[in-house]
């Protein structure tokens, strides 16, 4: 079944037994953080929530439940994304990919948006009022106070929408972008755009501001599950991410115009605030915020939205999120981008063999890669392509392992990677763009990244010694202690010993190990 509300996600969360209901009043200041965070610690992600009780800033009653978490294990996101195992989508995208495709990065990244409309499911712009326009305020009647956005941290500068899709468009080439910024609610019709400057909607709006020109921007908040996923995916700046999210369903996501802008935003979105940036007004002030990376990030000037107004289902259900210290929901999120983009990243650097962002890392800060090294230096080669791609580039220490070595398990590839490491020799730092949530750069967004070639040295690259194999147990040895196992006593073959080696790639669910380990 394709989902097209949040409303029929949650109620297949309800059946699946992944949702938990909280009927206890709960405030929106902090305890609900509080709460979401408890339970996104515990073990896979713990389960979705839905507060039906939620007490406001100002201790009324909000006037709709507020849902969390309903992306935060491996499980649930893939149903949000209508596959048992997010490799499923890698691999049709795979499938897509083994066509002739042009040479150069250039041609083969031009090719995306072609690869995507393939998928024949671009965004329809419907007509009449929406399901997402059922109930409008307008001007005046607009109060952000009487929705339940929540304040997270006991620092954070104000409350927080933190599961939106920020709608804008390239002023020049008119695409639409759709990201994943939070948004800081200032006054009941002005809000914070946090959106950081290697971002799509932070490169509208330069061109707008230097154009003079008032930026429309929408903010819709709940939508088809695809589509809200889609906001926090690092498309480039050609592709739509309501073409991608069609993708991922196989199906058209359904728009409809804004009542006071030139937007379109989604049809089935349980909210929308419309509204715009002047140019001419100064920045504000925007944070601090307890972030992705487990510290506040500072506060800094961003862009001001008036808000023209407010439309919403008559029943709506407000999705929100917290982030802080590793795992948060935003890991699952990150970690079915992961899974995703790899047979894309394979396109322009096709010797990696698998990546992945463990949890600790807050994505930028750690990937492991694995490559099928068939030339000396070839680490190093993946490792400045890695640097020239995308948010990619923001990585801050890349640890580069051969093929045979199980990336999505940490442990694993820390074991091979340390031993295999002669420091002086094997790590490089080079300088680039840091994220902007990134405290210890010596500037703002800017700074040193290292690389380690851990891999297997060659004689050309000066290693002029034996290289040693792995130890391991021959295979008939194993088979007749297999054979006297259940007799020896011991307990069942559960848990004995480490496994971690033994593993099979991609066997049983290595995200979902992953997920578990983290938690270790
Ligand atoms: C829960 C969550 C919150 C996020 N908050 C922000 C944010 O405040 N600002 C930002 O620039 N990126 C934020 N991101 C990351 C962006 O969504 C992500 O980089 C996305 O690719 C941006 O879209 P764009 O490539 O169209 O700019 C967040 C991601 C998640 C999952």
Redesign the pocket.
């Known amino acids: 079944m394709t989902l097209d509300t949040i409303g029929e996600f949650i109620d297949q969360l309800d059946a699946a037994g992944e949702l938990a209901r909280v009927t206890q009043p709960v405030s929106v200041k902090l305890e609900l953080c509080e709460i979401a965070d408890r339970v996104m610690k515990s073990a896979g992600g713990g389960k979705a929530l839905l507060f039906e009780h939620v007490t406001l800033m100002n201790g009324a009653r909000s006037a709709w439940p507020v849902a969390i978490n309903l992306f935060g294990s491996m499980r649930r996101m893939a149903m949000a994304l209508g596959v048992s195992d997010l490799d499923a989508i890698g691999a049709r995208i795979t499938e897509m990919l083994e066509m002739q495709v042009p040479e150069g990065i250039i041609g083969k990244l031009s090719l995306l948006p072609r690869l995507l409309e393939m998928g024949k499911f671009p965004p329809r712009v419907r007509g009449g009022r929406a399901p997402s326009q059922q109930v409008v305020w307008r001007g005046d009647e607009v109060d952000l106070g009487r929705l339940p956005i929540i304040t997270c941290w006991p620092e954070d500068g104000g409350p927080y929408i933190?599961?939106p899709m920020v709608i804008s468009k390239d002023p020049r080439r008119g695409i639409r972008?759709?990201?994943?910024?939070?948004v800081q609610v200032l006054g009941p019709r002005t809000v914070a755009m946090?959106?950081?400057r290697h971002?799509?909607?932070a490169a509208h709006w330069r061109e707008m501001a230097e154009r003079g020109e008032t930026m429309p921007v929408c903010i819709a908040i709940g939508a088809d599950p695809a589509s809200v996923y889609s906001?926090?995916?690092?498309?480039p700046p050609t592709v739509d991410?309501f073409l991608f999210a069609g993708f991922l369903r196989r199906q058209p996501v359904s728009l409809v115009k804004a009542l006071t802008c030139d937007l379109e935003v989604p049809a089935e979105a349980e909210f929308v605030l419309e509204g715009y940036i002047d140019p001419r007004e100064p920045l504000v002030r925007e944070g601090p915020f307890g972030d992705h990376t487990g510290f506040y990030s500072l506060a800094d000037d961003y862009p001001q939205v008036h808000v023209t107004a407010v439309t919403m289902r008559e029943h709506p259900v407000y999705a929100t999120?917290i982030?802080g210290r590793p795992p948060m929901e935003?890991f699952y999120?990150g970690h079915a981008t992961e899974r995703i983009f790899l047979p894309l990243l394979k396109l322009t650097i096709p010797e990696i063999v698998d990546y992945h962002m463990p949890a600790e890392g807050i994505f930028h800060n750690l990937v492991f890669v694995s490559i099928d090294k068939q030339y000396p230096g070839q680490a190093w080669k993946v490792m400045n392509a890695l640097w020239g791609q995308g948010?990619m580039s923001l990585a801050k220490l890349l640890v580069v392992v051969d093929k045979d070595v199980n990336v999505r398990d940490p442990r694993e590839a820390w074991w091979v990677a340390l031993n295999n490491l002669d420091p002086e020799r094997d790590a490089r730092f080079t300088m680039g763009p840091i994220d902007v949530l990134d405290h210890s750069s010596r500037a703002f967004t800017y700074g040193s990244k290292m690389g380690l070639d851990a891999t297997r040295k060659w004689p050309e690259e000066g290693f002029t010694r034996a290289w040693p194999g792995r130890v391991v147990m021959d295979e008939a040895t194993k088979r007749r202690v297999d054979a006297m196992w259940a007799s020896l006593g011991l307990g069942s073959r559960e848990g004995q010993g480490d496994g971690a080696g033994d593993e099979a790639r991609g066997g049983a669910g290595p995200g979902a190990r992953t997920g578990e380990r983290a938690r270790t």
């Open positions: 933190t599961l972008n759709v990201g994943m910024y939070r946090h959106w950081q971002k799509v909607g906001a926090s995916a690092p498309l991410e999120t982030v935003d999120m948010l």
